[in-house]
């Protein structure tokens, strides 16, 4: 995307990005608790993500966070770029870009363990945004991963292109064809088409629009039913966040927790 529309779109959502703010400041102390004690490392966030399951949150920061997930949560039906249950009470949306390293790190060490412990138990459904800071290497590459769910294959190139840090080159359209092609991606005359097709415009400009609503300026950002988690920490800050979510979803009455 060229750099002036991305401007514009910033300064289009300075509203929204104050508001965001808010909702970070909101959890401050809640991430503070998962990293105080270790930076960025996992046994440290471990040893600070305890809190006491009757913790109870504020009502009118559990709006803000509920508001946010019904800005942001889609539960559309055959969703490629999603995995899980469309009903699962908690919604992960992760804003990523594919040159991004830290959100590489998050797809290779924390989000086969939430799979493992989340999404396959019901409890959790993840949503991927296209939300590319990059340049134009960034976006071809967030083109291929949606041409490859018109296929029923995202996960799978998704997976690949974050096996390690790829930038620049790597991400040429001959070297993304061949990882489509690795990835099981059959029909490939269709996958080039797609890459280059109106509707993968719309589809990544609907996820990069939805960032920049809400004030998304780095990657990976994460809401976890409208809770902001910032850059890719270690699994036991996701794993309060999702626990803290389903346990707030139980408790809410079924109108307002409705899946859309």
Known sequence: MPTSASQTRK????????????AVIAIGVVIAK?????????????????????????????????????RTTRRED?????????????VLVEYADYQCSFC?????????????KYVDAGTLRIEFRNFTVFGADSERAARASWAAGQQGRF?????????????GA???????????RDSGVKDIDRF???MKSADADKALKKDQDEGYQLG??????????GRPVAGAQPLAVFSQAVDEAARAAKDRPADKGAAK
Do not use: C
């Not at 399951?53 to 709006?63: F, H, L, R, S, Y």
């Not at 790597?170 to 489509?180: F, I, R, S, T, Y």
């Open 192 to 194: 080039r088409a797609d």
């Open 104 to 116: 590489g790190r998050f797809t290779r060490e924390t989000q086969p363990e939430l799979i493992k």
């Open 78 to 90: 055959g969703d490629p770029l999603a995995v899980g249950k469309k009903d699962a009470p908690v």
């Open 170 to 180: 790597a991400l040429a359209e001959d070297k993304l064809v061949g990882l489509a």
């Open 11 to 22: 300064l289009a959502a300075v509203g929204a990005v104050l508001a965001l703010v808010v």
């Open 216 to 225: 998304v300026q780095s990657t990976p950002s994460f809401l976890v039913n």
């Open 155 to 167: 996960w799978q190139l998704h997976d690949a292109l974050y096996a390690k840090t790829r930038k």
């Open 34 to 70: 998962s990293t105080a004690n270790g930076g960025d490392t996992a046994s440290g966030a471990a040893s600070g993500a305890s809190s006491s399951p009757e913790a109870k949150e504020d009502p009118a920061q559990q709006k803000m966070f509920d508001d946010l997930a019904r």
